[in-house]
């Protein structure tokens, strides 16, 4: 997995790889703290071996007879290279003089460290006391593990004489071994846990790719009911469409006519008359057919927009105060909330006046008992959104669907029209609509409302729309 593909996983499967790094790091790290301890062990094993080899060795010659010293010393030193652990013993001066070895031909000679006679700095860099030290290196022509210290048999202590200082050379052969062997586990350690961390990776990588995948599928899914749904709403606006150019001319001008004869009769009888008020009525009910025709045509009309500078606050501002009477009849208080400054959007504002509008009407009419109708506008990515929030009896589940769908109302004496015409402009604008709402309940003393989100693009609709409301 290359550094491009681990950055497009997700933060729970960056946090898993993270995880399964540490893991291996700490076992490594563990591993090798492991060897070391198991070398320190081995080696203080064979130091203590050689330190008691060396204590025995002084032990038998403080017993003996001292004249014989030298004698018994030598044999002694022969006796003990015997043991197939010992490559090597030998008794030597501070500068390297051997008195005696194991080697008897090596008597009267110089050690050779390295395979270079040594010289009594060399000695003297090994600080020999009276404990017993060790350390792995080249001796006697043999890399071995040496124990040495200085060497004293003897009880009285000569003053004037030198103490000798005596090595065992032990053979690290199974030592070798353990540690070789150490290592290999090691090693295989090593190769599962980076093994194990590859499979894990790329495990990782397919699942999340076949996440991606499915997350792919899921929105194209998506965009395919949205765009069922959007065909299904634009044959029923192309039907409404057809009804409309075919009977709103042949519709108006008899409603004309019939409300010309209602106020000209209206006007025959005394103003608190009956026949009045009914004439009265007749003329309300022409003016309510022919908003409806209005609507019709709305609907009807090709989606031409005529596209200027708007500034989307003052829509909302000439939007309150045109609806000021109706807000005080309804006893609702309504009010824009104020935002950063807003850069003017490439829009029809005619039009766009009108849907909010809308939005704003349907508002008031959910609000019979009164309530708040707040209003405001803010910046989205490429555009802007305004926001239409009342407290309102709200929609019901089953029908938020259906709310932009011609002739679909909920309301006795609606015409189903008003959010119809509403899409359709914000489609026009290639914009947006969310709605969320919320059913008022007494039972459980839920208050109930809607909310409208309405994304305009700033630049008269060039914008995708999805990704902006989301924003």
């Given at each position: 997995?290359?550094?491009?593909?681990?950055a497009?996983?997700?933060s729970s499967g960056k946090?898993?790889?993270?995880?399964?790094?540490?893991i291996?790091?700490?076992m490594?790290?563990?591993?090798?703290?492991a060897?070391?301890?198991?070398d320190?062990s081995?080696?203080?094993?064979?130091g203590?071996?050689?330190?008691s080899?060396?204590?025995?060795c002084?032990?038998i010659?403080?017993?003996?007879?001292?004249?014989?010293?030298?004698i018994?010393?030598q044999?002694?030193?022969?006796?003990m290279?015997?043991?197939p652990?010992?490559m090597?013993?030998?008794v030597t001066m501070?500068d390297?003089?051997?008195?005696?070895?194991?080697?008897?031909?090596?008597?009267?000679?110089m050690?050779?460290?390295?395979?270079?006679?040594?010289?009594e700095?060399l000695?003297?860099?090994l600080?020999a006391?009276?404990?017993?030290q060790w350390?792995f290196?080249n001796?006697e022509?043999?890399?071995v593990?040496?124990?040495?210290k200085?060497f004293?048999p003897?009880?009285?202590?000569?003053?004037t004489?030198p103490?000798?200082?005596?090595f065992l050379?032990?053979?690290v052969?199974?030592?070798e071994?353990t540690r070789?062997?150490?290592?290999i586990?090691?090693?295989i350690?090593?190769?599962?846990?980076?093994?194990m961390?590859i499979?894990?990776?790329?495990a990782?990588?397919?699942a999340q790719?076949a996440k991606?995948?499915e997350?792919?599928?899921?929105?194209?899914e998506k965009?395919v009911?949205?765009?069922?749904?959007?065909?299904q709403?634009r044959?029923?606006?192309?039907?409404?469409?057809?009804l409309?150019?075919?009977v709103a001319?042949?519709?108006?001008?008899?409603?004309?006519?019939?409300?010309g004869y209602?106020?000209y009769?209206?006007e025959?009888?005394?103003?608190?008359?009956d026949?009045?008020a009914?004439?009265?009525?007749?003329v309300q009910?022409v003016?309510r057919?022919n908003?409806?025709i209005?609507?019709?045509i709305?609907l009807?009309?090709?989606?031409?927009?005529?596209?200027q500078s708007?500034?989307?606050?003052?829509?909302?501002v000439?939007?309150v105060r045109?609806l000021?009477?109706?807000l005080?009849?309804q006893?609702?208080?309504?009010k824009?909330?104020?935002?950063?400054?807003l850069?003017?959007?490439w829009?029809?504002?005619?039009?766009?006046?009108q849907?909010l509008?809308?939005l704003?009407?349907?508002?008031?009419k959910a609000m019979?008992q009164g309530?708040r109708?707040?209003?405001?506008?803010r910046?989205?990515r490429?555009g802007?959104?305004?926001?239409?929030?009342?407290?309102g009896?709200g929609?019901?589940?089953?029908?938020l669907s259906h709310?932009?769908d011609?002739?679909?109302?909920?309301?006795?004496?609606?015409?189903?029209l008003?959010?119809?015409?509403?899409?359709?402009?914000i489609?026009?604008?290639?914009?947006?609509?969310i709605?969320r709402?919320r059913?008022?309940?007494s039972?459980?003393?839920?208050?109930?409302g809607?909310l409208?989100?309405v994304?305009?693009?700033?630049?008269?609709g060039?914008?995708?729309?999805?990704?902006?409301?989301?924003?």
């Amino acid at each position: 997995m290359n550094f491009r593909h681990f950055a497009q996983v997700s933060s729970s499967g960056k946090l898993l790889v993270l995880s399964a790094l540490l893991i291996v790091a700490i076992m490594m790290a563990t591993s090798l703290a492991a060897i070391k301890q198991a070398d320190q062990s081995m080696a203080k094993l064979l130091g203590e071996k050689g330190a008691s080899l060396i204590a025995v060795c002084e032990s038998i010659l403080r017993s003996g007879m001292r004249h014989e010293i030298g004698i018994r010393l030598q044999v002694l030193l022969e006796e003990m290279s015997t043991n197939p652990d010992l490559m090597f013993a030998c008794v030597t001066m501070p500068d390297g003089l051997i008195l005696a070895h194991s080697n008897g031909e090596r008597i009267g000679e110089m050690l050779s460290v390295n395979g270079e006679i040594v010289g009594e700095g060399l000695l003297q860099d090994l600080h020999a006391n009276l404990e017993a030290q060790w350390r792995f290196m080249n001796l006697e022509d043999h890399d071995v593990f040496v124990v040495y210290k200085l060497f004293t048999p003897s009880v009285v202590k000569i003053n004037t004489l030198p103490t000798p200082i005596i090595f065992l050379g032990i053979n690290v052969a199974p030592f070798e071994i353990t540690r070789t062997q150490t290592h290999i586990y090691f090693s295989i350690l090593s190769g599962i846990s980076l093994l194990m961390l590859i499979a894990s990776s790329v495990a990782l990588f397919f699942a999340q790719r076949a996440k991606q995948s499915e997350q792919k599928q899921r929105q194209a899914e998506k965009q395919v009911r949205e765009l069922e749904i959007l065909v299904q709403r634009r044959e029923k606006l192309a039907a409404v469409g057809s009804l409309a150019a075919g009977v709103a001319h042949e519709i108006r001008n008899p409603l004309s006519s019939i409300k010309g004869y209602a106020t000209y009769f209206g006007e025959l009888f005394a103003e608190d008359s009956d026949e009045r008020a009914c004439a009265m009525v007749m003329v309300q009910e022409v003016e309510r057919l022919n908003r409806v025709i209005c609507d019709l045509i709305g609907l009807a009309k090709p989606s031409t927009l005529q596209l200027q500078s708007v500034n989307p606050r003052e829509l909302l501002v000439n939007l309150v105060r045109l609806l000021r009477p109706e807000l005080l009849a309804q006893k609702i208080q309504a009010k824009i909330y104020q935002g950063p400054p807003l850069e003017p959007i490439w829009a029809d504002p005619e039009r766009l006046h009108q849907a909010l509008l809308n939005l704003c009407l349907n508002a008031i009419k959910a609000m019979e008992q009164g309530g708040r109708l707040s209003l405001g506008v803010r910046n989205t990515r490429d555009g802007v959104t305004f926001v239409v929030l009342d407290t309102g009896t709200g929609i019901a589940p089953e029908v938020l669907s259906h709310i932009f769908d011609p002739y679909f109302t909920t309301r006795g004496n609606g015409t189903g029209l008003g959010l119809a015409l509403v899409h359709k402009i914000i489609d026009a604008h290639k914009g947006q609509i969310i709605v969320r709402s919320r059913l008022c309940s007494s039972v459980q003393h839920k208050s109930g409302g809607s909310l409208f989100l309405v994304y305009v693009p700033r630049s008269g609709g060039t914008q995708d729309a999805s990704s902006n409301l989301d924003s």
